[in-house]
């Protein structure tokens, strides 16, 4: 039992902080791609 307090604990917030990471790149990699698609129509209009 004292094995799983030891274990378990350290398991379920690393659980929660990776969730919670993941929605965070997701949000960054969702930024990204709109500030790319954005440089490139930026370019196109220069040609």
């Known amino acids: 039992m004292h094995a799983i307090n030891n274990v378990g604990f350290p398991i379920v917030v690393s659980g929660y902080l990776f969730f919670r990471f993941e929605k965070k790149l997701s949000s960054l990699d969702h930024s990204i791609q709109e500030?790319?698609?954005?440089?490139?129509?930026?370019?196109?209009?220069?040609?």
């Open 35 to 47: 500030l790319d698609a954005d440089f490139h129509n930026t370019q196109r209009a220069k040609e």
